[in-house]
């Protein structure tokens, strides 16, 4: 099933108040249709910058990506989520994911525990927040989107999940390596099975972040600076990574609609950083589309 194509930008810049309203504002116009925060330290605190979202916005929705389950006690974080459904007005999707900076958790002085206890631990936060998902009583019910690559965290999205966003990097902890075009793929074939597992009668929702988006006539020229990156990979892997968007707006274009044709990921997420290069392709594909449907 080919679902509508949905764009989101992740807000990774804190600002002042102004400065906060005027940038979603300008996501807005821009086409996003979601407005997300990062659950880093030393970026901005999601649920405060959510509901300014909101309020600075009227159409895109609001959302974490992805919040650290270690990071959160359940029970705690099902009343930020309930709260924040509540003051956004039903707009708050909320992702969460097992963290995997470690610098990050010895920073805060939570244990960074091994990736199995991780994802018991993701895993746990998910049952926890059933009820504050759910909604009821007057309050909205809350998409969830789980966010990782592993088989365990697949499963745990296929069984549970509106939304599975596909890492396009394996990390340890210290060091990340990059998904290439047919490792993605046999992640997505994996994910698959694993919904038939559920016995999904509806297929979640599938999600990539592109790291880089760079609108360009000369794609090599523009590679060239993420091949440091990559040594092991030659010019023409890295330009199919899943991860980078790169060449003309129609290129880039074409190419999300093959990753949404060949591997059913049809939401894509930006950097802030790459906010406005991305415009225009939002553009293009939301005006194919609506040819599309009218054709039909």
């Known amino acids: 099933m080919v679902l509508p194509f949905r764009f989101s930008v992740t807000m990774l810049t804190p600002g002042t108040g102004g400065e906060w309203r005027s940038r979603c504002r300008r996501a807005e116009e821009l086409g996003y249709d979601l407005i997300q925060v990062a659950d880093h330290l030393g970026m901005p605190a999601p649920f405060p910058s959510l509901v300014a979202a909101a309020e600075a916005t009227t159409r895109p929705r609001v959302g974490t990506f992805v919040l650290n389950a270690a990071f959160w006690n359940p029970a705690l974080l099902a009343r930020e989520v309930t709260t924040t459904a509540a003051l956004t007005e039903g707009r708050l999707e909320l992702g969460l994911g097992t963290g995997y900076v470690r610098s990050e958790h010895e920073q805060a002085g939570i244990p960074f525990l091994p ?41 745990l999205a296929a069984r549970h999940a509106d939304v599975t966003a596909f890492s396009g990097g394996r ?51 523009a590679v060239a600076e993420f091949l440091p990156l990559v040594p092991y990979l030659s010019e023409e892997q890295a330009l199919g990574l899943p991860v980078l968007a790169i060449g003309t707006v129609r290129e880039i274009a074409d190419r999300l609609t093959a990753l949404r044709e060949r591997l059913g990921i049809s939401y894509f997420t930006v950097l802030d950083h790459s906010m406005e290069a991305f415009g225009p392709v939002i553009a293009r594909l939301r005006a194919t589309e609506a040819a599309d449907t009218s054709e039909g």
């Open 115 to 155: 990736p199995r206890e991780r994802v018991d631990r993701l895993a746990r936060t998910v049952e926890g927040l059933a009820g504050a998902l759910k909604g009821g009583e007057g309050s909205p019910r809350v998409r969830l989107l789980i966010g990782g690559n592993g088989d365990r965290v697949l499963r």
């Open 171 to 221: 990390f340890n902890g210290d060091a990340s390596t990059v998904l290439t075009a047919e490792e993605m793929t046999a992640r997505v074939s994996a994910y698959e099975r694993f919904e038939d597992e559920a016995g999904r009668r509806t297929p979640a929702e599938r999600n990539l972040l592109l790291q880089r988006v760079l609108v360009t006539d000369d794609p090599s020229a």
